[in-house]
């Protein structure tokens, strides 16, 4: 489990490995420009957002002390959730690639599905990413009201994070399984069954995302580190496509 959890951060040195650079600049010039965008955001609506669930002048104020910190979690987990969407989505037509090509560094072997590039990639990538999309949101709002209500709200924050955690693990896992012909729902459950792993992995790129000038770097890597995730524990038990 710990060795999902590192493995982005142990990517981080492939980065720059001369098969992979190239692929790696774009999606990293994507990240630099939304995450700080994301960035900003948190600084300037924050204190906004906060005032309106619990304004200062009223007798709820002594509240702010006690659920800042739950509070502040909750919202940066959000931003960084949107961001992180957009930012694949985006990215998605590079990402697939970076994944083929640090396969065959990784095992000297290409995926049989090599994925196309350029404009012919863009529609199967969109359309991969909405159904992703789509499967966060389903599940982000049943969580995101238990944050309304009284006492049931302490446990919305462990579930929002877990969630978070889930989501990126099938974000990323995608792109390695998609070249070996492994969509949808055969990715979430070949995912299950090595859902602690899975978790851990999405653990480690969560709090890469959070972790100023690293969180620039934590889509590339995170592709990379699902291609090694993938050969390491999903790849020798892979349903039908």
Known sequence: MLHAFVLPYQALSKLTHPALRRFVL?????????????IWATLHYFENVLDSFLPADS???????????????AWAITVFYLFTVT???????????LAARAELLITGRTPPETPQSGVRAIPAALISEAGKLWYLVSRAIPVLVLFL??????????????????FLALEYTDYPMANHGI?????????AARRVYGLAFGAGVM????????????MPAAVIAATQLWQSRFAAAKPRP
Not at 87 to 97: D, Q, R, S, T, Y
Not at 207 to 218: C, E, G, K, R, S
């Open 207 to 218: 709090t890469m995302t959070m972790i100023p000038v690293l969180n620039f770097l934590a």
């Open 87 to 97: 930012a694949n989505l985006i990215g998605a037509p590079f990402n697939g690639i």
């Open 149 to 166: 209500v009284p006492g049931v709200n302490l446990i919305a924050l462990p579930l929002w994070i877990a969630l978070g955690c889930w």
């Open 26 to 38: 774009i999606p990293l010039l994507i990240n630099i420009a939304l995450f700080s965008l994301a």
């Open 59 to 73: 007798w709820l104020d002594w509240l702010r002390w006690l659920v800042w910190p739950l509070f502040a979690v």
């Open 183 to 191: 969509e949808g729902r055969a990715q979430r459950q070949a995912l």
